[in-house]
């Protein structure tokens, strides 16, 4: 058995296996494999997100379920161009959502605006909404892109001072979108 920093060892016993590790590693090791996302998409990108989830890509495999409460999902997917109208629904799904929360920017629209970004109506990226944790270029992504991007945001969870973070000991991200201020900038 190997030292493997924070991450935790995973044995195969004659009884059974056992995992070793600091309860941050373990925790972020149940925690990586079973991130719920909230089932909700905006245009054209939520049609590869559905796929994501249907029985080709099966996204469920690597513990990727969908909800469709925002109480109980871990991700927001922003899956389609977000228009101005949307901004404020997509704004009250983020805090409904408990924290630890992430966002996947999902698409050209969701990262920037994508080719409708001149248009009067749209948000030029979801990140001026809500903090994003990971963006995935395309229009629109395939479900195999999805997956790319849900993997490193696992990558993510796993390298996580959790209990620091559920502490209240580290500082939230930075609000992309404080009162008063409009998203349009
Ligand atoms: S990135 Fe392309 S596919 Fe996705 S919502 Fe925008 S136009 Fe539609």
Redesign the pocket.
């Known amino acids: 058995m190997s030292a493997a920093g924070d991450r935790p060892i995973i044995e195969a016993g004659p009884e059974g296996g056992f995992a070793l590790g600091p309860l941050d590693g373990l925790l972020n090791l149940a925690r990586k494999h079973s991130l719920w996302y909230l089932l909700f998409g905006t245009?054209?990108?939520a049609i590869e997100l559905m796929q994501t989830g249907g029985p080709r890509a099966d996204a469920d495999r690597f513990g990727f379920l969908f909800r469709p409460t925002p109480r109980q999902a871990d991700v927001l997917i922003l899956a389609?161009?977000i228009t101005y109208r949307m901004a404020s629904r997509i704004r009250r799904l983020h805090e409904q959502m408990a924290e630890p929360r992430y966002v996947i920017a999902m698409?050209?629209?969701a990262n920037t605006g994508?080719?409708f970004q001149g248009s009067y109506s749209v948000v030029k990226g979801g990140d001026l909404i809500v903090p994003v944790d990971v963006y995935i270029p395309g229009?629109?992504p395939r479900p195999e892109a999805l997956l790319e991007g849900l993997m490193l945001l696992q990558q993510k969870v796993e390298r996580e001072p959790y209990l620091r973070k559920i502490r209240g000991e580290l500082p939230l991200p930075a609000d992309p979108w404080p009162a008063g201020k409009e998203c349009k900038e």
């Open positions: 245009a054209c990108c389609g161009t698409g050209s629209c994508g080719l229009c629109p």
